[in-house]
């Protein structure tokens, strides 16, 4: 019975202990979830010649990929030392998003904001040039109330492969050491609990 109890006694805080570790992980995962995320896209630069005009077109998409709404968003791109659009459009999803523009008197520049934007909402921004424009220059700044854009990231499908086999590897490996843990601790007790019974004899 001894042998019984300090098994139960090993077991039992390891159980716990591993509840209290997953229940934080979806706490955390629950609350960091519950915020705005702004993420901007910049496709790559067409470029066309229209008559003997060499023209170029970029676009910035801006998402909000979080579980909350994002407000006081502001945007402003520097396309390099001098350079700016001759003209732009905005396409949004839905098309009752606000946005505004004004132009920066100081830099001469127009600065572009949204003051709302909801979960999965975006808004394209798109911009033309008559010069050929050299995307290594371009920079954006992407700021909303209490939160900054991040660009978005694309993923190799072949490194995220790798990345999930990887993990389900490791964690066959930790289960199976896991049980092989188990059931030599289970034998051992056994073997206790028969010495202590012929000892009892």
Partial sequence: MTGKNN???LMVPAIISTLFSILGNIAVFTMTSKTGSLEYDISPISYFKLD????SILNIKILNSGQKE????DLNVDFGSKISANDFSIAKSP???ITNQKLDSATGKILYSIPYLNPNEQVVYSFLFNKILDQKNLHVDLRGKGVNGVKTEVIDSSLASIFVVGTLVITFIAIYLLF???FH?????KSYLKLEKVGKL
């Fill in 7 to 9: 098994f139960k006694g």
């Fill in 52 to 55: 003997s005009i060499q023209l």
């Fill in 70 to 73: 994002c407000e006081d968003i």
């Fill in 95 to 97: 098309e009752s998003i």
């Fill in 180 to 182: 092989i843990i188990v």
């Fill in 185 to 189: 601790q289970q034998k051992v007790i």
